[in-house]
């Protein structure tokens, strides 16, 4: 059965610097997004995009944040000028459909992001 | 503001016995769908079960079955004839007309004894 993967699954970077979250979604799939888990909190939506677009975005994902699918399997999530609070679980996840209801979003296995 | 409520933190059940893993949540909206996801150690989550919000009927899944309490705003998730292999943590979610995004509640982290 197809599944979404990411890379790396754990990065340890220093605060100021940049990241780059690797996704690759199922490949017949059209919709796509970032959440991600604070270690003891939520998961929490960051972004949804569409047709190279960014189709919905919650209060999280400030200019800080940016994704891209920079080659049509690869959908990527930069973090330009990473803090502490930004270290977290990222999950990667893709839908095929258009109906937002019915279908089911795939999740990938995370990416842990610990910032230093 | 849609929000999603798991209270209990972590359950343990017996092998072949039954748990009942609760949720509330609420919406303003009158269009949604509510989720169980599980998540075992270190892999991805994936959907257990799904109810619609008009539908009467609870949805079941096998040995996963919901309670679907609209005017309480409940969803509970019955796992019947537990197995080693529910052993994961389990997410309630919600997703609401007009929107993208799934509403998650904190977890629950279940382990099954043999």
């Known amino acids: 059965e197809p599944e979404v993967t990411q890379t790396p699954s754990h990065q340890v970077t220093q605060m100021g610097q940049e990241v780059i979250l690797r996704c690759v979604p199922i490949s017949n799939h059209l919709y796509f997004y970032w959440y991600r888990q604070i270690l003891g909190q939520k998961v929490e939506f960051l972004v949804s995009f569409y047709n190279n677009e960014i189709s919905e975005k919650s209060e999280i994902f400030d200019d800080q944040f940016s994704v891209e699918r920079p080659d049509g399997s690869n959908f990527t999530l930069k973090i330009r000028s990473t803090k502490l609070e930004d270290s977290a679980m990222y999950f990667c996840?893709?839908?095929?459909?258009?109906?937002?209801?019915?279908?089911?979003?795939?999740f990938g296995p995370g990416t842990r992001l610990t910032v230093l | 503001a849609q929000t999603v409520t798991q209270s209990q933190p972590e359950m343990s059940v017996q092998e072949a016995e039954t748990v009942t893993l609760s949720c509330t949540y609420d919406?303003?909206?009158?269009?949604?769908?509510l989720f169980w996801y599980k998540q075992p150690p270190s892999r991805q989550m994936i959907l257990v079960i799904r109810?619609?919000?008009?539908?009467?009927q609870n949805a079941t899944e096998n040995r996963f079955s919901v309670n679907f309490q609209k005017a309480a705003k409940s969803f509970s998730l019955k796992i019947s004839d537990s197995q080693l292999g529910d052993a994961a943590m389990y997410f309630c979610a919600s997703i609401q007309g007009g929107s993208e995004k799934l509403v998650f509640g904190k977890g629950m982290k279940l382990t099954v004894n043999p």
């Open positions: 996840a893709s839908r095929a459909g258009t109906r937002a209801f019915t279908d089911t979003q795939y």
């Open positions: 919406t303003s909206e009158s269009d949604y769908y």
């Open positions: 109810q619609e919000a008009y539908k009467q």
